[in-house]
């Protein structure tokens, strides 16, 4: 029997939004996702995810959070988007806080993994700079570096990060992936439409045939593909659609131990063991 695989779901504090950017409702009027000249009634705290990985092959980060600096200078940190994504980073939930109090310094970090770069996911990303790899989609590095409408660059200003290619595979909605150790066991899925470059992770069991599905924001919830819920903010959202659709058969896989999306209120931070 192999070395089990630990997944640790961790949150780094919470984001406040409407509830029409992670939840989309054919009657929700346009840009109602902003919050703008909407009541406060509307305004939901989520929880921002991500995820250390205790695999065989090395330690994994999925995703890096809010950064700290969002305590004294959230204004100035997250700029225009703040209206929209305000943040909320309790003393000691900063994933390289959570990291020291479990005894892992960030350069013990063999791979961080980026879902996507939108500011809730890769605000974290110069906590962990000095991890061996910090590593997150072709399509995803090009759109970070050309819209700055969705994204902030700065949150990666002097961070090592590479690019990986997603090749052609029988994974997820759009039959590409980038498959980390070469072995199946920690697969990258491209499921694009809320950001041209967003990936699923894939962690697989070595011993048995259970995998957990990280599902990122291809849904914020499990009521996204419960209830079919694209995410408020989409490039596509035919394209968000597809990759909803794929995410919710595979929550219902009896092969499926945990699917679980970035912002589920419902989910609490917990270990999984592969």
């Given at each position: 029997m192999?070395?089990?695989?630990?997944?640790h779901?961790?949150?780094?504090?919470t984001v406040?939004?409407?509830?029409?950017?992670?939840?989309?409702?054919p009657t929700?009027?346009?840009?109602?996702?902003?919050?703008l000249?909407?009541?406060?009634k509307?305004?939901?705290?989520?929880p921002?995810?991500?995820?250390?990985?205790?695999?065989?092959?090395?330690?994994?980060?999925?995703?890096t959070?809010?950064?700290?600096?969002n305590?004294?200078?959230?204004?100035?940190?997250?700029?225009?988007?703040?209206?929209?994504n305000?943040?909320?980073?309790?003393?000691?939930?900063?994933?390289?806080?959570?990291?020291?109090?479990m005894?892992?310094k960030?350069?013990?970090?063999d791979?961080?993994?980026?879902?996507?770069?939108?500011c809730?996911h890769?605000?974290g990303?110069?906590?962990?700079?000095?991890a061996?790899?910090?590593?997150?989609?072709?399509e995803?590095?090009?759109?970070?570096n050309?819209?700055?409408?969705?994204y902030?660059?700065h949150?990666w200003?002097g961070?090592?990060v590479?690019?990986?290619?997603?090749a052609p595979?029988?994974?997820?909605a759009y039959?590409?992936?980038f498959?980390?150790f070469?072995?199946?066991s920690?697969k990258m899925i491209?499921?694009p439409?809320?950001?041209?470059?967003?990936?699923a992770?894939?962690?697989?069991?070595?011993?048995?045939?259970k995998?957990?599905m990280?599902?990122?924001?291809a849904?914020?919830a499990?009521?996204?593909?419960?209830?079919?819920?694209t995410?408020g903010?989409v490039?596509?959202?035919?394209?968000?659609?597809k990759?909803l659709?794929y995410i919710?058969?595979v929550a219902?896989d009896?092969?499926?131990v945990?699917?679980?999306?970035?912002?589920?209120a419902a989910v609490r931070?917990?270990?999984?063991?592969?």
């Open positions: 192999t070395q089990p695989i630990k997944i779901v961790l949150h780094t504090g406040i939004v409407d509830e029409a950017l992670p939840f989309h409702r929700d009027r346009p840009l109602a996702w902003t919050g000249f909407r009541s406060k509307h305004r939901v705290e989520v921002v995810s991500v995820y250390l990985i205790e695999h065989p092959q090395g330690l994994i980060l999925i995703d959070g809010w950064n700290t600096v305590r004294d200078h959230q204004l100035r940190n997250l700029s225009f988007q703040w209206p929209v305000k943040a909320n980073l309790p003393a000691g939930q900063a994933v390289n806080e959570q990291l020291a109090a005894g892992i960030t350069s013990d970090l791979y961080v993994l980026m879902s996507h770069l939108h809730d890769a605000d990303l110069s906590l962990v700079r000095d061996k790899h910090i590593l997150v989609s072709e995803e590095w090009q759109a970070a050309h819209d700055h409408m969705r902030l660059p949150e200003k961070v090592p590479k690019a990986f290619h997603l595979s029988l994974d997820g039959h590409r992936s498959d980390l070469g072995d199946g920690v491209w499921e439409g809320h950001s041209a470059g967003l990936c992770t894939r962690v697989q069991s070595y011993d048995t045939d995998y957990v990280l599902a990122a924001d849904g914020y499990a009521k996204s593909w419960e209830e079919n819920l995410p903010v490039i596509d959202r035919a394209e968000a659609q990759s659709n919710a058969k219902q009896p092969k499926c945990e699917c679980l999306a970035n912002h589920d931070p917990h270990v999984i063991t592969l």
